[in-house]
């Protein structure tokens, strides 16, 4: 059950930097949804791009405003690392949560995501992604519009389950 659209280039209303929205609906409770967005051990399994993967070891949550998050993709074929942070800004469950994404050593500096969890009926939810700071750079090498929206095929497939 999967609608999918996309905004490109689509900015919060009081900023002009560049970013782009994902919207999806999913087949499964609001709840169940929150949950794969904060439990870190659902993160592992669904937090990456469909052709790289993240070890368990490698996530930690610290689900308060203020607190850090941490992640690690990897290409396992080569080993190649991607280690990834950010700080929870926004925490409204089950509605809304807000974090900056970026490397381990610039949380605070980084581009900007907030995520609001609509629910629709009672088994679908509407995510709308919204990143700023990272222009709609689909189809250009590691993209991070691309990455996210594979992301959210694995996020899909996770929350079947």
Do not use: C
Not at 99 to 105: A, E, I, K, N, R
């Amino acid at each position: 059950m999967n609608h999918n659209s996309t905004a490109a280039d689509t900015a919060q209303p009081t900023t002009e930097e560049p970013g782009f929205t994902i919207v999806r609906d999913f087949a499964a409770p609001r709840d169940r949804v929150w949950e794969a967005w904060t439990n870190p051990d659902v993160i592992a399994r669904w937090f990456h791009p469909e052709t790289l993967v993240t070890p368990r070891e490698s996530v930690s949550v610290d689900l308060r405003v203020g607190g850090l998050y941490t992640y690690t993709m990897r290409i396992e074929e080569t080993g190649q690392e991607f280690p990834t942070a950010g700080k929870y800004l926004v925490i409204d469950a089950p509605h809304r949560l807000d974090f900056t994404w970026g490397s381990p050593d610039d949380v605070d500096d980084a581009p900007q995501v907030s995520v609001v969890f609509e629910e629709i009926d009672a088994n679908t939810t509407r995510m709308t992604f919204a990143l700023t700071g990272i222009p709609n750079d689909s189809g250009s090498d590691a993209s991070a519009y691309d990455g996210w929206n594979s992301a959210f095929n694995v996020f899909e497939a996770e929350i079947a389950n």
